[in-house]
């Protein structure tokens, strides 16, 4: 899982990466949406069967990072995430692309993601081939109690 891509390097990563992981969603998503993951919950996941992490770095920095799972013929992307600073550059694409090419190797049919509703991430996702398939009201917890909704999008791999 390595590879470059508009000057986009990516790599596998692991546990050893989760102190930056968290540096990048804390930098990547505002707190006032309640979508960052800690670092726990994030060990949690990349322990489990089927899960992987991957990591962008531009000039020798990482900059973003994508976490998915497969689970029987399905995938779901769990997190993407850049850096502000890095964005408008093909890093989050670039990590899309991996996380499917990732999962149609690991012969899944479908791939799923969850995101806020208003989120600029739609754009991208929508331009890679993912459609709205869902909702789910209330679904994201911001930092002062307000909810958000979540958009389900899916794209076959087949």
Known sequence: MTG?????????GGA???????RIMEEAFDPRFGESWTSAQCLGMLSLPGVW????SLDGHDVGFA???VI?????????ATRPAARRRGVAG???RA???EAGSRGVAQLH????AGNDAVRLYRREGFEKVGERKNYYKGKMGQAFDAHTFARELG
Request: glycine share 0%.
């Open 53 to 56: 992490l991957v990591i962008a």
């Open 113 to 116: 993601l969850e995101v806020r």
């Open 94 to 96: 670039a990590l899309l």
């Open 67 to 69: 976490l998915a799972r």
């Open 16 to 22: 050893q990466d989760l102190a930056e992981v968290s």
């Open 4 to 12: 470059t891509l508009n000057l986009t390097e990516l790599r596998e």
């Open 72 to 80: 029987a013929d399905e995938a779901e992307l769990l997190l993407l």
């Open 99 to 101: 996380v499917i090419a």
